[in-house]
């Protein structure tokens, strides 16, 4: 009846939301808190949700429809590949505003990102010797694409450190990232 009508709706809305959304950032990985439109990292994770409980065969909202139309938005199933996702896209944003990839450890705008690239410092040694690690081939070659740096010390020689407050940059596309 109508009650599917209005459901319908409401989600063919958000789905145009998270268009608008990529279209503005590039990717679909919409923080869970997302200032200018809270209900939509909330929307995105309880999608995440019910595609889990669709691929389990328990009773869910998620169809086969939807799955499509998410997909064909890019639409990043997996929640730690999407925080992965997302904090690739946080370090973009650092190169294109500091020059490089070199995160220091006291990084107030965005303190997560300087935790995270340690942690993907620590997993790469894991990798290489042989202990199980979150890090992949495919993320390696990745962060390398970046520009990123495993060992830091060698890089301060090659790579010209900026200092944070040395260069103005324009964050104001990405401020809600440090919110």
Not at 9 to 27: M, S
Not at 74 to 101: I, M, P, Q, T
Request: hydrophobic letters at 30%; proline letters at 4%; one cysteine or more.
């Amino acid at each position: 009846g109508r009650f599917r009508k209005s459901h319908e709706d409401k989600w063919t809305q958000r789905v145009d939301e998270l268009r608008l959304f990529r279209r503005q950032h590039g990717h679909c990985l919409v923080p869970y808190s997302y200032p200018p439109n809270p209900q939509l990292g909330c929307w995105v994770k309880r999608q995440r949700r019910q595609h889990k409980l669709l691929t389990e065969g328990k009773t869910s909202t998620m169809t086969a429809e939807r799955v499509r139309l998410l997909e064909d938005v890019g639409f990043v199933w997996d929640s730690h590949d999407a925080s992965w996702e997302e904090k690739l896209n946080d370090l973009r944003l650092y190169r294109s505003c500091y020059g490089n990839c070199l995160v220091p450890s006291t990084f107030k705008k965005n303190p997560q990102l300087a935790v995270w690239v340690k942690c993907q410092r620590r997993q790469h040694k894991l990798f290489w010797e042989g202990k199980p690690s979150s890090m992949t081939v495919e993320r390696i070659a990745r962060l390398e694409k970046e520009g990123f740096c495993w060992e830091v010390r060698p890089c301060k020689t090659k790579e010209t450190f900026v200092d944070e407050q040395s260069q103005e940059c324009n964050a104001d596309d990405f401020r809600w990232l440090y919110e």
